[in-house]
């Protein structure tokens, strides 16, 4: 038979700190990645940049045209912030970049969506707004998404950066963004509406969000408003012109919706906004069939 472990061993296994990553540094610089690679066709690319030169070795001042070329687009004030560091520690003697020193800097400077695209969408969810923008000029896509569709407005709304949603959808990823849909048919409207985020709910209705889109479900976000009992969600959207009798693709109202769960004062404004006690699903179900008659005498007082 083995002989059993130490005690103070397995306490210490058990209670050991655990190692945190650092998803997203601290510093005003760009992520500490121990050896950041680009992908061949950008590669490639670099090389044809510099070599299109015709120089063995270019100056410095030079990297910031080539990385300009290379979607690199930049304030002076950004560029040297996040790019001179870079410079300055791969240039020669001479203030001068050879080809390997240039490769060097872009794959430290470049930020293809593939390797920082989450990076993107965590800054938007935390409202770092400034770190976002570095994102993109260091090349990008503040329009992508993640594997699902959920975007960088999406990430940022779900978490009530109503700034950040504002400088998305006006500076960066254009009016259209205000109704993306990801695989589900989610908006960021709709996320807005299921998590309460109320603030950042009216900023959409302002920029133009549709409360009629539908998810693949058939929901709007006014079913998911008053399904998870968000009230004050509920009296924005109504004022938005949402559709008190959509149904869901089981015919259920957002009247259904909150009286199946119970939120008593949304079926209250819904009934006082016209919403039908009588309206049938598809299995021929009523509001007033999913609570007492005692919760029904109080929601049509």
């Not at 050991?16 to 490639?44: M, N, R, Y």
């Not at 044809?48 to 070329?69: C, H, M, V, Y």
């Not at 006014?222 to 693709?249: F, I, P, S, T, Y």
Request: aromatic share 4%; glycine share 8%; hydrophobic share 40%.
């Amino acid at each position: 038979m083995a002989p059993k472990k130490p005690k103070v061993v397995e306490e210490a296994l058990l209670y050991a700190k655990p190692e945190i990553e650092c998803v997203i540094a601290e510093s005003p610089g760009l992520e500490d990645d121990e050896d950041p690679l680009l992908e061949p066709e950008t590669q490639q690319k670099v090389h044809e940049l510099f070599d299109g030169t015709g120089e063995r070795n270019i100056p410095s001042s030079d990297a910031k045209k080539l990385l300009k070329d290379l979607g690199v687009v930049m304030d002076d004030a950004r560029y040297a912030r996040l790019v001179d560091p870079y410079v300055r520690a791969f240039q020669s003697n001479a203030e001068t970049l050879s080809r390997k020193q240039f490769m060097d800097v872009a794959r430290h400077v470049l930020a293809p969506a593939v390797r920082y695209g989450a990076r993107l969408r965590k800054a938007a969810s935390r409202g770092d707004l400034e770190r976002v923008k570095d994102y993109i000029a260091r090349g990008c896509d503040g329009k992508g998404s993640d594997g699902l569709g959920f975007t960088a407005v999406h990430c940022a709304a779900q978490h009530n950066r109503a700034e950040t949603v504002k400088a998305l959808i006006n500076e960066i990823c254009g009016k259209g963004y205000c109704n993306a849909q990801d695989e589900r048919g989610w908006s960021p409207l709709h996320v807005c509406a299921a998590e309460g985020r109320l603030e950042t709910l009216q900023l959409l209705l302002g920029l133009g969000s549709d409360a009629s889109l539908k998810t693949v479900h058939g929901r709007t976000p006014l079913h998911w408003a008053c399904a998870k009992g968000r009230l004050v969600c509920v009296e924005a959207l109504l004022k938005g012109k949402a559709d008190l009798k959509a149904g869901d693709e089981a015919g259920m109202t957002a009247l259904h919706l909150a009286a199946q769960h119970g939120h008593l004062e949304v079926c209250q404004r819904l009934i006082k906004a016209k919403a039908s006690p009588e309206a049938e699903n598809t299995l021929g179900r009523r509001p007033t069939d999913f609570q007492d008659a005692e919760f029904w005498a109080a929601a049509l007082a």
